[in-house]
């Protein structure tokens, strides 16, 4: 294993030695249980098959120069899935116990934590379904928790490379009241055909734009949006769009900076102000926007070749928090004992 190409991880499923899952039955939670096997029990009448009683998280953990391994903003994906429990009606985890076992998951499988030198990490992915037999439309009796590791390399092939995004109006992610900003599967499912067309068609990623008006801009596919705008960032307010973590960062580093943040609304026509933009999630860290192309319209928004000055600046210094080379004075980080 000592011999593991890291530099060859993009972001995909690499089986790794262990996962850890908890039951909820009877109205409580079980104790953490440890699998080597990536083969999970489903019942066939299980609400997470049947009517959608899923979500899940993500989040990263990076070994620095120092040799520590850190865990980024752990409390708060404890918190998002809580809060994407509440809004499918599924068993809440307890903060406690969702850090305890992404902590274990982590430690039974330290070796796969890429080196500093690598720019890899590791993706952490806990999923949370009902189980258990429901065939009525309500919620499931019983509840699976279960994470699962893998090392990653950047999300976008391209890593910190500007790339195409585009605007179809043909396709919503989530509705207006709907579940766009809990982290359910159902929006990754709405996304699929829009996504994939996006693909074929040479972008990264759809960016969507409101399901009510198709005026203003929501998210990119699998992140959060931000345009930069002189020395000020600005990033969408909707009531459908995920409350990524990434973004919450960068809005303080960026008032850290000494730019003025405004999270707001943001119309189409907009993008035709901003210096830079970029796209910015767990997965995708920031990834620099070269081209919005509103395939509706016939309209593209250009932004350049080369990531701009300050979305670098910006991802320079949440990396280096990550990794442990920049102070971490929110106390963001969690270090790992091993
Ligand atoms: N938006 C969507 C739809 C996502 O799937 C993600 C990824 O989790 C994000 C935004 C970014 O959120 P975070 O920064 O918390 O990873
Ligand atoms: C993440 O950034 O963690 C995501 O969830 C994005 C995606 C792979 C769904």
């Excluded at 179809?168 to 509705?175: G, K, L, M, S």
């Excluded at 990524?244 to 960026?254: E, G, M, V």
Aim: glycine share 10%; aromatic share 12%; net charge negative.
């Amino acid at each position: 294993m000592e011999n593991i190409n890291w530099k060859e991880f993009g972001f995909g499923y690499t089986k790794t030695d262990y996962n850890v899952r908890c039951n909820y039955r009877d109205g409580k939670w079980g104790e953490l249980e440890t699998s080597s096997s990536d083969q999970v029990n489903v019942h066939i009448a299980a609400t997470g098959l049947h009517y959608g009683q899923q979500a899940f998280e993500g989040l990263k953990a990076f070994k620095g120069p120092d040799g520590k391994v850190r865990v980024f903003r752990i409390e708060e994906n404890a918190k998002r899935l809580q809060s994407s429990s509440h809004g499918i009606m599924m068993a809440e985890m307890p903060i406690e116990l969702f850090e305890e076992a992404v902590i274990k998951a982590i430690k039974l499988n330290e070796r796969w934590i890429p080196p500093y030198e690598s720019g890899a990490s590791l993706y952490i992915r806990p999923v949370l379904f009902g189980n258990g037999p429901q065939v009525g439309v309500n919620p499931a009796p019983e509840y699976t928790f279960a994470v699962f590791v893998m090392p990653v390399g950047p999300y976008f092939k391209e890593g910190f490379k500007p790339t195409d995004y585009v605007i179809y109006r043909e396709y919503d992610r989530a509705a207006p009241q709907g579940t766009g900003t809990i982290k359910v599967g159902g929006n990754y499912a709405s996304s699929l055909r829009g996504g994939s067309r996006a693909h074929e068609e040479g972008y990264s990623a759809v960016l969507f734009l409101d399901a009510k008006e198709k005026k203003y801009i929501d998210e990119c596919g699998p992140a959060n949006f931000f345009g930069i705008k002189g020395n000020t960032y600005v990033t969408p307010k909707s009531n459908s769009i995920l409350p990524s973590i990434t973004n919450k960062s960068l809005c303080q580093i960026a008032e850290d900076m000494g730019m003025t943040v405004e999270r707001r609304k943001v119309t189409v026509e907009e993008l035709a102000d901003f210096t830079e933009a970029g796209a910015c999630g767990t997965a995708a860290v920031i990834s620099p926007i070269r081209k919005i192309v509103d395939a509706d319209k016939n309209v593209d928004y250009v932004y350049g070749d080369e990531a701009g000055k300050t979305s670098f600046k910006l991802y320079e210094t949440l990396r280096g928090i990550q990794y442990g080379t920049v102070e971490d004075k929110y106390n963001w980080n969690t270090i790992i004992e091993f």
